[in-house]
């Protein structure tokens, strides 16, 4: 039976949608080159879709629609506001850089975007094996018409094409292990088979079979060593405006399809897959950090920095069930989901100094073309230092917050296994240390060697300030986000 | 706002202030503020020792409210009688820095000023810090402008000596980290300092434990042999950065000790007091000897903190009220008289444009009024009666002798060696005939210089003479610590 409440669960999901078909029919009729129409319609939408899933979320409800089909809790709904919160400032931050690279020729920008955050809201909502696989193929089939929105461009074409061939790859895999897992337990719905598993009346056997392929479909997604091999490439061949926007919403829906699989489904085999999880974040850290030493172009240093700091999120995610016992699990997943928000935070604002360092025919995504940005303009350098100092973990940053919630949850275990973990994530983050050190010794310490001036629209620049203060004020007084986070993992592990 | 916050928020609003005001154009205008600022950074510190309650160990000033509710983090702050002087010991010398950089500093001075002025108010944080999360955060933000003054205003070889300074100290605090962390656990969820203190923990705990507070605090100190940084960053860092470096953020490390290490694991800090006391021995006889053959004034200097910061952790870990009040001591007068050597240093630098010894020679003919201020902190470096050098290393190789005759009579020959590795600079570098033009041409100090040189010989005087206020403060703090070292927490 549909009723009410159903409507009212997806309602941010049928903004989203009709908002994109209106905003690809106004764009019709718009001839002019900067499609401001569209670029006011969409900052609108996403406002509009961030209020409403801010107001859902704070109601703290959790609504099942459909029979069940689709879930919208305060954890999906934070998660939601989020996402869109972070496409908008994707697209503050890309319009020019889009308009400039010949990318603006019809509203396919601002379109596809929006299709890709509609797959995120379906993929974080979702309840049911089906729906996340739906939402998963909405959201990259979008970002892989993304990649390649610079037809003329060979790189980005290549990274579209791997990024493709890979991303369907990873699909196929937790298309394979979800398909195991239906015929195990013969249900597709998450509660369903959460139920099923934990009657332990199926072979175990079966089951983990179908738990391998869902790790590895997610690892894929998250970019864990060894499924990480798509991440850099895609990032470097990608337009930086697209990167930005692979690199932040998407990890927020990751992140809820991770919890959606394994905690809401598969939590009675935690203990089979956090062995897995251990074994991805132990490489992640250590490939990704130590990889991203060699690297000179910015952008693939990012995308390895991106594989470390999805082993961190791994970590936070393993150390929910100990021995059985589920009672760290809201301690530890909230701990996850803070990392993963600040980690998108900290994203954006690198990007943003990236699209904004570039301007016609020349993309600042070199380590030297930061050369002397403190002497170009304090500002900026100043925002990409605390962006760096914050990606390593220094305080007063929010990225120092975000490891210790790791750590903590890591260590409050008190097994001598996760508190080795915690030690080999924290020298892992040394080395992390000397590659984001020597970003910014290359701002500060070289001279430029470029004196153009810094040029962007004022709405940039306001929001690339307030964006790296947040880093800083998030550092100080990060108490409401982490409660935030708290509250809305308890009551998904409740309900 | 208590007293506490606003030294620590004094500085650091300052330095925000100065970030803003960005053209070059204003630098005079930034000094000016810069000064004023800390003037008045100094000035709220007063009232944390003419406020201060002799005879008890409690925590004073206390400040506490919730901060991270999530984990139990509180913003907590308080003094004892072994951290209060080492605020006002940080404000103190921060106005010298900033006197130091008049002149010398002509790029970027806003960053220059603001960067010292912050770094003031998080090294103050680090000293009045009693949970452990506030702490850390302290303790780890002072790596921040330490790096970018090393790196943008300092010598030849600075990125080096900036990554070196920084991955350094970064590897042993990540390890405190973890240790805070697992006494949070331990301590079922509180980062608390006072509760640790009063926490039963088991015995191999504590000596992994011990030695994660070691790999933070002892880099910091330094202690042998992980001291290797700190001859190249000083050698390549700013002489405001020096002074800064050898004068308080030394002073963390050694101050983690008496916080944290040997209150917290009393049973481990026994048990590896023989490494510990050993370690600073090696410091002081085997670094002493390093001192002698240095070619380059700063590096003789460095290694001179080595030595004399090896007399702190000597007097920590003898464990007798003479030996801590000593260290402390200790700590207190190296912070007057390193930072006056490095700022003496500086003042040669800023003429000459050399840091090796064998450029200069015969600088007190040109120069007499600077030379005799550099002679009253030499000797203060050797320990001569009568100033703050004296006081420290004189109580710590008491205590040493009443722990033990050998190690006191080791610790002793540092004298010899500290006596001949200064003395021997200075007669290479102040007295004999002119060596060169370069020395022939050198302008005396100015009124600036005098001025600075001036309130640090004053303090090196003042607590060389009459150190009783210095340690009238310490003694119950410094009781109430030993009490606490002497009572096993095994369980």
Redesign the interface.
């Given at each position: 039976m549909i009723d009410r409440f159903s409507w009212i669960a997806i309602y941010p999901e049928i903004v989203l949608l009709v908002m994109a078909c209106v905003i690809a029919l106004v764009d019709l009729l718009d001839k002019s080159q900067r499609r401001m129409p569209a670029y006011i319609l969409s900052v609108l939408t996403l406002l509009g879709v961030a209020a409403l899933t801010g107001m859902y979320a704070s109601g703290g409800q959790t609504i099942y629609g459909f029979n069940g089909l689709v879930v919208s809790d305060p954890m999906a709904n934070w998660l939601k506001c989020f996402a869109a919160l972070a496409v908008l400032v994707g697209f503050v931050y890309g319009r020019t850089y889009v308009l400039e690279r010949g990318m603006l020729r019809g509203a396919e920008w601002y379109v596809l975007n929006l299709l890709s955050l509609l797959g995120g809201f379906v993929l974080i909502s979702a309840n049911n094996f089906l729906l996340i696989y739906m939402g998963l193929e909405c959201l990259t089939l979008a970002s892989y018409a993304l990649v390649a929105l610079r037809r003329d461009h060979t790189v980005s074409v290549e990274a579209a094409m791997k990024y493709f061939v890979l991303g369907a790859m990873a699909s196929g895999f937790l298309l394979y292990g979800m398909s195991m897992l239906y015929g195990a337990t013969g249900t597709l719905d998450i509660g369903g088979v959460f139920k099923a598993v934990a009657s332990g009346q199926i072979k175990h056997q079966v089951l983990v079979f179908g738990v391998v392929f869902v790790v590895a479909g997610l690892a894929f997604k998250f970019g864990a060593v060894p499924f990480h091999m798509w991440v850099p490439d895609v990032y470097q061949g990608a337009p930086t405006a697209v990167t930005l926007m692979i690199g932040s919403a998407p990890e927020l829906a990751a992140f809820a399809m991770a919890i959606r699989l394994l905690v809401e489904g598969l939590l009675p085999l935690a203990f089979d897959w956090q062995q897995m999880l251990a074994l991805l974040a132990i490489g992640s850290l250590l490939i990704g950090n130590l990889a991203a030493i060699a690297q000179t172009n910015l952008k693939r240093m990012l995308a390895y920095s991106t594989i470390s700091h999805m082993g961190f999120v791994l970590l936070a995610l393993m150390a929910g069930v100990i021995g059985g016992n589920a009672l760290a699990a809201a301690n530890a997943y909230s701990s996850a989901m803070f990392y993963v928000i600040v980690y998108v935070l900290t994203t954006l604002v690198s990007f943003g100094i990236i699209l904004l360092l570039s301007r016609e025919g020349f993309e600042s995504e070199e380590i030297a073309d930061f050369a002397g940005l403190n002497q170009r303009s304090p500002l900026y350098a100043g925002i990409m230092a605390m962006c760096l100092f914050s990606l390593a973990g220094v305080p007063p940053l929010v990225g120092f917050q975000a490891k210790l919630s790791v750590l903590q949850a890591l260590i409050s275990t008190g097994q001598a296994f996760y508190i080795g973990l915690a030690v080999y994530a924290v020298i892992m983050s040394l080395i992390g240390a000397f590659y984001y050190l020597r970003v910014i010794k290359v701002m500060y310490f070289d001279d430029p060697v470029s004196v153009a001036p810094i040029r962007a629209p004022l709405d940039m620049r306001a929001v690339l300030t307030v964006n790296g203060a947040l880093l800083l004020i998030l550092g100080l007084v990060p108490g409401a986000l982490m409660a935030l986070c708290a509250k809305a993992i308890v009551q998904m592990l409740v309900t | 706002m208590g007293w506490l916050s606003l030294a620590i928020w004094t500085p650091i609003v300052f330095g925000a202030v100065l970030?803003a005001l960005?053209r070059e154009s204003q630098a005079q205008l930034v000094r000016w503020i810069a000064l004023i600022g800390s003037l008045i950074s100094f000035l709220v510190t007063l009232p944390l020792y003419q406020g201060f309650r002799l005879g008890t160990p409690a925590m004073q000033f206390v400040e506490k409210t919730?901060?991270?509710?999530?984990?139990n983090v509180n913003y907590h702050l308080g003094v004892d009688g072994i951290s209060v002087w080492f605020v006002l010991l940080t404000a103190f010398i921060t106005i010298i820095v900033v006197i130091a950089g008049w002149e010398v500093i002509q790029r970027?001075v806003n960053?220059y000023m603001a960067a010292f002025l912050m770094l003031s108010g998080l090294m103050i944080g680090v000293f009045s810090a009693l949970d452990g999360?506030l702490f850390?955060?302290?303790f780890?933000?002072t790596?921040?402008p330490m790096?970018?003054i090393i790196?943008?205003w300092g010598g030849p070889n600075?990125?080096y000596a900036?990554?070196k300074f920084?991955?350094y100290t970064?590897?042993g605090s990540?390890?405190m980290?973890?240790a805070f962390?697992?006494l949070?656990?331990r301590s079922g969820g509180s980062f608390d300092v006072l509760t640790w203190q009063s926490l039963p923990l088991p015995g191999t705990a504590q000596t992994l434990l011990f030695f994660a507070f070691f790999a933070a605090f002892a880099v910091k100190v330094p202690m042998w042999p992980v001291h290797t940084w700190l001859p190249d960053v000083h050698v390549e860092a700013p002489t405001g950065g020096s002074a800064v470096l050898a004068a308080i953020m030394l002073k963390l490390g050694a101050y983690g000790f008496l916080r944290f290490s040997m209150p917290i694991l009393p049973d481990a800090s026994r048990e590896w007091a023989w490494l510990m006391i050993a370690l600073s021995l090696i410091a002081i006889i085997y670094i002493g000897v390093v001192a002698l053959v240095q070619q380059d004034m700063k590096k003789l200097v460095a290694y001179s903190s080595v030595a004399h910061m090896g007399f702190v952790t000597l007097g920590f870990f003898v464990f007798n009220p003479l030996g801590v009040t000593g260290g402390l001591l200790q700590m207190i007068a190296h912070g007057f008289v390193s930072g006056a050597m490095f700022l003496c240093i500086g003042v040669l630098y800023d003429r000459v444009h050399s840091r090796e010894i064998s450029a200069y020679g015969g600088v007190a003919n040109t120069m007499p009024r600077f030379a005799a201020f550099a002679l009253l902190f030499f000797m203060a470096n050797c320990g001569l009666p009568g100033t703050a050098g004296f006081v420290g290393e004189w109580t710590v190789i008491l205590g040493a002798v009443q722990a033990n005759f050998w190690i006191g009579l080791l610790a002793a020959t540092a004298l010899i060696s500290g006596a001949a590795y200064t003395l021997w600079m200075f007669k290479r570098v102040y007295f004999g005939a002119v060596a060169n033009d370069h020395v022939g041409e050198m302008k005396d100090i100015n009124a600036r210089e005098f001025l600075m040189l001036a309130l640090l010989a004053v303090a090196v005087l003042w607590m060389g003479l009459y150190p009783k206020p210095f340690t009238d403060v310490m003694d119950a703090s410094v009781a109430n610590l030993l009490k606490q070292v002497a009572v096993s927490k095994l369980n």
């Open positions: - | 970030l960005g919730p901060w991270i509710p999530r984990f970027k960053q999360v850390y955060m302290f780890e933000a790596l921040i790096y970018l790196g943008i600075k990125i900036a990554f920084f991955l970064f590897l990540l390890l980290l973890v962390i697992y949070y656990m």
